[in-house]
């Protein structure tokens, strides 16, 4: 098999990832391709957590098992080496005798971190590493984030016009009603953005203002987690985040109130940004879409503890407001999206 082979089949491998986004946490996105004769013969990816990984779906896609002896396995993501809801992968590949297996990225999980590998090689596995490994740690990149920074992966999302102000003055707008900035179809792109995260974070203010619901109803997904910062548990109580019926998470100093069911309050020492990611860290928050005013992007802003940010910019103007955060960050793409430009940076 030639290098350029191997990156076809590994470009596959990432494609069959992808179909998981949103589905698979907290595990990792992951696809898996077998060859034979320079044929694929099974290929599977990863769905949700607790059912079969990539390299299982792929396995028994192969309807001629004795091939298995003869061919390669292709796969984004170190295979597992431990039991966890499933048995390891590593195991399966032995017992069927794949001579030959290609890597992308090795597991960054501490649980695995180059097990999976060892056990390959020590069954006489010829293995090979880092096949596409940069996309495919961007792939994982909330994963990755995750287990080496300690902490959820950080995405801030904020809609601004065109002299960059991102909402009226709150004396011109009506209370507890949003001013919209961006387009529909902008709209149903940050639904879609929120099914794809393990949570969704705002201050009290914006609850204040405009009452949102934080959902993805405008795209088939789950509801990310709710996270709201309300240090002096100001949240009004008749707002759409206390009275329905998704999970919602609400940070504050002093414990005031008394949620129940899938409503929580967490009273926290210190009220800060650090303590309350360490907190999601320990739930096993993997990321969060951060969706609030100008105060609590800002914070993440300064403090530098953001990965990626996704800014609308519309064409409408209103000349005087609250202003846009500040990033100092050139964008790394752009896409246009009906009336409004989508920039994309990287921390």
Known sequence: MNKGQDLIYMQRCLELA???????????????????????????????????????????????????????????????SHFGKTPPCSDLIVEYGIPRVVIASTDPNPIVSGRGIEKLIAAGCKVETHVLQKQSDFLNRRFFTFHKKKRPYILLKWAQTKDSFIAPLPVEKNKAEIFWISNPISKQRVHQWRSEEAAILVGVQTIVQDNPQLTTREWKGKNPLRLVLDPNARVPTKSIVVTDKESTIFFTNNKTSTFSGNKKQVVLNSFSLDYILNYCYEKQIQSIIVEGGLKTIQSFIDADLWDEARVFSSEKRLEKGIMAPQIKKSFTRTEQIDSDLLSFYFN
């Open 18 to 80: 992808k179909r998981g986004l949103g589905t698979t946490y907290p595990n990792p996105m992951v696809g898996s391709v077998i060859v034979h004769n320079d044929k694929i013969i099974g290929e599977g990816w990863h769905k949700k957590a607790g059912t079969p990984h990539a390299e299982v779906n792929a396995i028994n896609q192969v309807s001629n098992k004795s091939q298995l002896k003869e061919s390669t396995l292709y796969v984004n993501l170190e295979p597992c």
